[in-house]
């Protein structure tokens, strides 16, 4: 797909002139505060209390707050046991559940349908489709650019705040010079640069016989130079292979190795004297998944997915601790999440969620994640909100929270994310975030305002659970499909012009989201589908 196409399929709604910039329909009540940033709904007082909060914090701690990330993996919405699963479902979550009972338990909060383009949105505050990275990078893929080589991340901007980056996991956003983690901006990165399917597929000869038996073809695909080992680097020094991935066992202790490694950083950063951001990215529980030898039939079900569920929430629970032990929880924003909906293709090694759809899909089960913030003493325990959060958010709310300005942010591209801070931190915190557009790759989807949620396109499955395997994007035809999810959250039934008066509104919402690509248009790398 060239640049044209892009651009067209990102406009195809997008039938206004330039001026759509301004207010869509009489529906919305968000505003534009510069024209290449995404319009929020005003809460000034909130704000500003916000604000007092956060300085009255900092002249306390004698620092900026630091800023804590913990990234599963494919996990679904209703895994844990506060969002309706854990030991109901066969795997108890008992940490995960504590920090959402003492802190802020959201329930609609969005990512993108899959891994690198959500990964590269929080670290951005821009959707994929603007940045170029639109889809997993796989084994054999031919980038055309560096997608980062124009981008200004968030541990680039953090560092230059003052901060201390390090990233320990997952990565999946490129793994060339110039687009690994410690390229573009963090200090120090240890972890794997692919997802887990990615280094099981070369040693797992039960499930890639016709692979990992055949000399020949293994060795074509260690001839595209993907890594397969387990990666420590740092910004302007030495990147080292630690260990390589030789077998299904190194795959199952992979997240031991990490959490071990997050857990020391964290003891090195309390004596360091300076505010840090820490994102750990969990390799599980994306399939294939490998019990570790601690936790293997640890859950109730026994079954490989839900022992690695067990495994996380342990290490969360861990790594909660070794914050609480250095003494930082009191000045310390802790962030969970999951960077998309449940695999569902891989069942039953899977994930669950209430909702229609799996990962790759831009129905609710696809990109509606788990997501709990907490900080001690600051955000107000037992609270929990069903207005809007995009993960992008976390990405300005971070620039707050280290005191960064909107000016520090280049004016020449458009920014999706919304600064969420006082949402967080004020007992009563209202979002600010009216909407959310969800993108398949170069495909503008769907938008969920308010409780509606608005279709041009659908995925359809062609077979049970193949969601991605084995499905396709279709056109909705006369009209875009209008759900009330509060009435219907599996999107079963449209309610259309015949029971909602908006219908016009939201495609003109759309429609004007759609023009914003004519001044910013987005950028290929070569990830065509």
């Known amino acids: 797909m060239n640049r044209r196409q892009l651009l067209l399929g990102a406009t195809m709604l997008a039938s206004a002139p330039s001026r759509a910039f301004a207010q869509a329909s009489t529906l919305s009540k968000a505003v534009r505060t510069a024209e290449n940033m995404e319009p929020v709904v005003p809460r000034p007082e909130q704000d500003a209390a916000a604000l007092r909060k956060l300085a009255e914090l900092q002249t306390r701690a004698g620092r900026k707050p630091n800023i804590v990330w913990l990234l ?46 959500t990964r590269s949105a929080i670290l951005t505050g821009r959707l994929p489709v603007r940045t170029g990275l639109t889809r997993p990078i796989l084994a054999g893929d031919k980038i055309t650019r560096n997608p980062w080589a124009d981008e200004v991340s968030l541990p680039r901007l953090l560092s230059g705040a003052g901060y201390t980056t390090v990233l320990s996991g997952k990565w999946h956003v490129g793994e060339s010079v110039g687009m690994r983690p410690h390229d573009v901006g963090f200090d120090e990165y240890y972890g794997y640069y692919p997802a887990q399917k ?15 038996l055949n ?3 293994l060795a074509q695909l260690h001839e595209t130079g993907a890594s397969e080992a387990l990666v420590h680097g740092f910004k302007g020094g030495a990147t080292t292979d630690v260990q390589q991935v030789k077998s299904i066992e190194d795959i199952a202790e992979a997240d031991r190795l990490l959490k071990e490694f997050t857990i020391k950083k964290i ?12 994102e750990h990215a969990f390799m599980k529980v994306h399939a294939d998944n490998f019990a570790s030898k601690e936790f293997e039939g640890k859950s109730g079900s026994k079954y490989p997915y839900k022992d690695a569920v067990v495994e996380v929430d342990a290490y969360i629970g861990e790594i909660v601790k070794a914050l609480d032990d250095a003494k930082l929880l009191d000045n310390t924003l802790i962030f969970i999440t999951s960077d998309n909906g449940p695999q569902m293709d891989s069942w039953p090694d899977s994930g669950y969620s209430p909702f229609k ?21 600051v955000i107000k325990p037992g609270r929990q909100s069903d207005e809007l959060f995009d993960l992008m958010d976390l990405f300005n709310t971070s620039l707050t929270l ?3 300005g909107i000016d520090k942010l280049p004016g020449d591209r458009y920014y999706d ?17 009216e909407k959310v557009y969800i ?78 690509f004519k001044k910013y248009p987005p950028k290929n790398i070569g990830l065509a589908q």
């Open 72 to 117: 599963i993996d494919d996990m679904g919405w209703g895994d844990p046991g506060c969002y309706g699963g854990g030991a109901a479902i066969g795997a108890a979550t008992p940490n995960i559940d504590r920090m959402a009972q003492e802190g802020l338990k959201l329930t609609s909060a969005y990512s993108q349908p899959t891994c690198t383009p």
């Open 198 to 212: 990615e280094l099981s597929q070369s040693v797992d000869k039960r499930r890639y016989p016709d692979l990992v």
């Open 215 to 217: 000399p020949e073809r």
């Open 267 to 278: 003891a090195e950063l309390a004596t360091a004297g300076k505010p840090f951001f820490l």
């Open 357 to 377: 759809g799996a990962k790759t899909t831009p129905w609710e089960a696809g990109v509606r994640v788990p997501a709990i913030a907490y900080w001690k003493g």
């Open 402 to 404: 280290a005191g960064i």
């Open 417 to 433: 994310g919304i600064d969420q801070t006082s949402f967080l931190l004020m007992d009563d915190g209202r979002s600010k975030r």
């Open 439 to 516: 993108w398949a790759q170069a495909d503008l989807m769907a938008m969920r305002m308010y409780e509606y949620k608005i279709h041009v396109k659908i995925v359809e499955a062609k077979a049970q659970w193949l969601w991605t395997d084995m499905s396709t994007i279709t056109d909705v035809g006369l009209a875009p499909w209008l759900f009330n999810l509060y009435i219907d959250p599996k999107e079963e039934y449209p309610v259309g012009h015949r029971q909602n008066a908006w219908l016009a509104s939201m495609a003109a919402e759309m429609k004007a989201h759609a023009a914003t």
